[in-house]
């Protein structure tokens, strides 16, 4: 992903959080309350009047219902507190669990993301075996998600997305959330990439080669499987043929040709290395090449 992130994602709450519970209708009855049995000095300055006020409980069942009504009628605010309120009256029971799950995803559709962050992590710390602890997850990585920036900006909220969903994935491995965080660690890991591309190429202009050399083999390093890729191998080439350091030139330009043997980028490399009388001479001892052999031995693995 380069530039924001996407915004389509509605993660649906648990389909056993759906249905609202049929309200259950109460009578309350409360006692009149006198103080009898003390007399006061009507005309002491320091008499207290005091009128107490007993407040009822609302039924769970109840408290739940109309913050899903809340929630359906995208009032997120108030749906968040009805959930709160469950939370903090029905403390330690099974309503105060799904009341703390649906506040985080109330927070979520609300856009208030570290609220949803806030009460994700509560989830998870309070009830980590809960069979809805892989959707706190999600939901939590999601909310960093969400707060994705442009390649211009600090990459924090990147890193704590990748980190998120990669624990939902580790965690939760058949989870029905797994697969939508598989893809989208691989669009973090894009803008990560992106991102370490615009320092180095910032480097690339102000021929401090050196700099833009260990930002682009960063790439190579961490992001060797997102688009990126190709063009950090065809920089690293670039860079070194400044430098004069033909060798690596040559081995880089090798790499990314045995690689990306199509890709414009390889094209672009080999073209450049031409210009000095060079071809493309891959070390198979070398960084680069032990990156990439690495990838393979990975993917045929997997398969």
């Not at 909310?143 to 994705?148: A, F, P, V």
């Not at 992106?194 to 682009?216: C, D, H, Q, T, W």
């Not at 198979?284 to 090449?289: E, R, T």
């Amino acid at each position: 992903m380069t530039g924001r992130a996407r915004s389509g994602e509605k993660p649906q709450m648990p389909v056993t959080f759906r249905n609202r519970g049929t309200a259950v209708a109460v009578l309350v009855s409360i006692a009149g309350l006198g103080l009898g049995g003390c007399d006061l000095d009507p005309t002491s300055l320091f008499a207290e009047k005091y009128k107490p006020e007993v407040v009822a409980d609302v039924p769970a069942d109840k408290l739940y219902s109309e913050g899903l009504a809340k929630l359906e009628d995208s009032d997120y605010e108030n749906a968040v507190k009805k959930f709160e309120a469950l939370d903090k009256q029905y403390a330690y029971s099974d309503w105060s669990r799904k009341a703390l799950l649906m506040t985080a995803y109330s927070n979520y559709q609300g856009q208030k993301y570290d609220d949803a962050i806030t009460a994700s992590k509560r989830y998870l710390q309070r009830h980590p075996a809960s069979k809805d602890a892989a959707y706190a997850q999600y939901l939590m990585a999601m909310s960093h998600y969400k707060q994705i920036p442009d390649v211009t900006r600090d990459q924090d909220r990147s890193e704590k997305a990748l980190a998120g969903l990669q624990e939902l994935v580790q965690k939760y491995p058949t989870s029905e959330y797994a697969a939508d965080a598989k893809a989208k660690i691989q669009i973090t890991r894009d803008q990560l990439a992106g991102k370490e591309m615009e320092v180095g190429r910032f480097y690339l202009e102000r021929r401090n080669f050196p700099s833009a050399i260990n930002r682009f083999r960063d790439v190579v390093a961490k992001y060797q499987t997102t688009r990126h890729a190709e063009e950090a191998l065809m920089r690293i080439t670039e860079a070194y043929m400044a430098l004069g350091i033909t060798a690596e030139a040559q081995n880089s330009a090798a790499v990314l040709g045995h690689n990306f043997p199509d890709s414009p980028w390889y094209k672009d490399a080999h073209a450049l290395l031409q210009t000095g009388g060079l071809e493309p001479r891959e070390e198979k001892s070398s960084f680069l090449s032990r990156v990439y052999s690495s990838v393979m031995g990975r993917t045929a693995s997997a398969q």
